[in-house]
C-alpha cells in the first residue's frame, strides 16, 4: 500500500537545480515536464530497499504520457544525476537520498492517486505549454520548502524566481493550476511588512491536513488571544 507521502532528496532543489528544467523549443520543454512527472513517481513507488520497478508501460497508465516522452524525460534524469538505473533497466533508484540527515522532504504520493492506481494531475497534463512544467516545478519547490513545524510554505516571489527559474509573470498561472487541481491551498496571512499588508503563504495538499494555522497556533495569535 503506498504511504501518505515519500521522501526526496532536497539539496538539489536548494542548489538551485529546478533551474535546468526549461521550457525550450524542439519538445525540450515537454521533456522537462516528463522528466519531472516520471521523478515523482519513481520516489512514490521506492520501496524500503531504495529501489523503483517501472516498466514504461506502468509510467504510460499512471501518468498518460507517452512512451517516447518518458524515455527523454529519464534521459534527462539521468544526465542530471537525479536518479540512476540498476542492471535491471526498470528499476530505478533515486540519487542522494538519505533520511538520516537534513536535506530531504516529505513529498505527498496516495492522495495524488485514484482508486484506479492513476495520478489524477497528470492524466489532465497534456505537455504542450509551459505552465504545465512551471507547476510541476513550483510543487517541487514547495516540498523542498514547506515548514515542517508549522506544515506551511512562505516564498515571496522573489525565492520562487530565484530557486526555479520561473518568469514573475508566470508564477500565477503556475499557482493557479496546482490549486484547481487541488494540489496546493493558498492562504492569506499578514505581512511583517506593516500592519495593513498581506501574504501569500501555501500548503500542500494530502499531507498533515490536520496541522494548519488553527492547530498550530497562528490562529490565536492573529487575533491576538
Known sequence: MMSTWVPIPTRWI???????????????GSSAAAALMCYMLIAHHTNNLGLARLTYGTITTVAGISRAKISAGLD?????????????????????????????????????YTSFGRVAFFQRLHLRNRTELDALKLYLL????????????????????????????????ALTLLAVNGLIRTERQRSDINDYATSNSYRLSHIDGYRHAGTTGRAQMESGG
Open 14 to 28: 536548494e542548489d538551485h537545480g529546478l533551474k535546468e528544467f526549461k521550457w525550450e523549443d524542439g519538445g525540450k
Open 76 to 112: 534527462i534524469l539521468l544526465e542530471q544525476d537525479l536518479v540512476s538505473k540498476e542492471a535491471d533497466q526498470s528499476v530505478f533508484r533515486l540519487s542522494k537520498l538519505n533520511t538520516t540527515v537534513r536535506g530531504w522532504g516529505m513529498l505527498p504520493a496516495k492522495g495524488l
Open 142 to 173: 514547495f516540498t523542498a520548502r514547506r515548514d515542517t513545524d508549522k506544515n506551511i510554505i512562505n516564498l515571496s516571489y522573489d525565492k520562487i524566481c530565484e530557486y526555479s527559474g520561473l518568469s514573475r509573470r508566470k508564477i500565477p498561472d
